[in-house]
T-cell receptor
Framework: NAGVTQTPKFQVLKTGQSMTLQCAQD?????MYWYRQDPGMGLRLIYYSASEGTTDKGEVPNGYNVSRLNKREFSLRLESAAPSQTSVYFC????????????FGSGTRLTVV | GEDVEQSLFLSVREGDSSVINCTYT??????LYWYKQEPGAGLQLLTYIFSNMDMKQDQRLTVLLNKKDKHLSLRIADTQTGDSAIYFCAESLSGYSTLTFGKGTMLLVSP
């Protein structure tokens, strides 16, 4: 049982390049989330998908887009990367109506130069 | 609005007890969580408590909830060097709400 899988684990981009961070879960969870983690800032929600077919903005959505490809997969896209997007990105998932909290992936460390 | 506050840093000696504190602002919070993040890893759920409970114990971990003061604490007994990590407090209004996380408390355990 893999849980939440994120790819890639590390990435270096040049300013202006684009890339997509991939996330997949095998727990039949309905809801999926993208967070970024920066020193001193804790976790900040970028986008989330409460269920397949829906997506909503979180606290810091600017510069990002998401796609809920199916129930298992939720991708995060940076169209034109900026140094301010250097961060560690975490994907998480949970069961709608559940109380077990989120299951997190191991993260993608992104550096934009 | 929702807000979760934690102290940023705690240092203890191996074998001592650690107490990590958290305060939250929304009295409607139904579920409260503690997560652990080891270096280079994702967040791992340690334990959770419902708002209708005052205390929950799980091996070396004790969670205390004071609803009146909106204060949550995590006590780790006999702290080990492997407990060194960042600990996040989080709250949720319901099973249909997003979690709100604190900024995390870095626990450093010295031999």
């Amino acid at each position: 049982n893999a849980g939440v899988t994120q790819t890639p684990k590390f990435q270096v981009l040049k300013t202006g390049q684009s890339m997509t961070l991939q996330c997949a879960q095998d727990m039949n969870h309905n809801s999926m989330y993208w967070y970024r983690q920066d020193p001193g800032m804790g976790l900040r929600l970028i986008y989330y998908s409460a269920s397949e077919g829906t997506t909503d903005k979180g606290e810091v959505p600017n510069g990002y887009n998401v796609s809920r490809l199916n129930k298992r997969e939720f991708s995060l896209r940076l169209e034109s990367a900026a140094p301010s997007q250097t961060s560690v990105y975490f994907c998480a998932s949970t069961r709608v109506g559940g109380f077990e909290g989120y299951t997190f992936g191991s993260g993608t460390r992104l550096t934009v130069v | 609005g929702e807000d979760v506050e934690q102290s940023l840093f705690l240092s203890v000696r191996e074998g001592d007890s650690s107490v990590i504190n958290c305060t939250y602002t929304d009295s409607s919070s139904t579920y409260l969580y503690w997560y652990k993040q080891e270096p280079g890893a994702g967040l791992q759920l340690l334990t959770y408590i419902f708002s209708n409970m005052d205390m929950k114990q799980d091996q070396r971990l004790t969670v205390l909830l004071n609803k009146k003061d909106k204060h949550l604490s995590l006590r780790i007994a006999d702290t080990q060097t492997g407990d060194s990590a960042i600990y996040f407090c989080a709250e949720s209004l319901s099973g249909y709400s997003t979690l709100t996380f604190g900024k995390g408390t870095m626990l450093l355990v010295s031999p």
